[in-house]
């Protein structure tokens, strides 16, 4: 297993364009995670999975975002009609499915919007 | 959410010196996770240590939950040191970041 694994690592878009980026996580990890990590801040909570159920979103996931993992293994993050706020480092996380279970991160898809 | 504060924001270093990070939070934890945050924007976990301490190698963790802080020790830093150090904490189902401690190790 090489750990979680993220694409594209890097995507230049124009502003209102869509994006999907891929997340594949740790295979015995039943957990997935997005985070948002912009210039001088650390992570910011987007959304997690347990299996295919999508048991919390942020209030940053704003309606332009959508998250989903249809066979609970792989996930995809849409941003649609993208703007410059959107850019930002994605960074996916898996986890064992224990409450608050140790995080392991990908390499982070990093998005620029022009 | 809970609140986290790490200190401080910025160290420079010389190589081969010993260095205290600090990571406080704002409420009662079940788990704190250590990170290092690559050149390459990858977070490498460090050490996952709710409670207790914990060493690997140069590195030792100590979290104190009924206090509500962490310490990450470094001891004879290098430059392979550098970066960013976060630490996360989580009450449930999310971790919470602070923003960072940036190192900067100099030979």
């Known amino acids: 297993d090489t750990g979680v694994s993220q694409n594209p690592r890097h995507k230049i878009t124009k502003r209102g364009q869509n994006v999907t980026f891929r997340c594949d996580p740790i295979s015995e990890h039943n957990r997935l995670y997005w985070y948002r990590q912009t210039l001088g801040q650390g992570p910011e909570f987007l959304t997690y999975?347990?299996?295919?159920?999508?048991?919390?979103k942020s209030r940053l996931l704003s309606d332009r975002f959508s998250a989903e993992r249809p066979k609970g293994s792989f996930s995809t993050l849409e941003i649609q009609r993208t703007e410059q706020g959107d850019s930002a480092m994605y960074l996916c996380?898996?986890?064992?499915?224990?409450?608050?279970?140790?995080?392991?991160f990908g390499e982070g898809s990093r998005l620029t919007v022009l | 959410g809970i609140q986290v504060e790490q200190s401080p924001p910025d160290l420079i270093l010389q190589e081969g010196a010993n260095s205290t990070l600090r990571c406080n939070f704002s409420?009662?934890?079940?788990?704190l996770q250590w990170f290092h945050q690559n050149p390459w924007g990858q977070l490498i976990n460090l050490f996952y240590i709710p409670s207790g301490t914990k060493q690997n190698g140069r590195l030792s963790a100590t979290t104190v939950a009924t206090e509500r802080y962490s310490l990450l020790y470094i001891s004879s830093s290098q430059t392979t040191d550098s970066g960013v150090y976060f630490c996360a904490v989580s009450t449930g189902n999310q971790f919470y970041f602070g923003t960072g401690t940036s190192l900067t190790v100099i030979p």
């Open positions: 409420d009662s934890v079940n788990n």
């Open positions: 996380a898996s986890s064992l499915p224990a409450a608050a279970g140790e995080l392991f």
């Open positions: 999975f347990q299996n295919e159920a999508q048991l919390e």
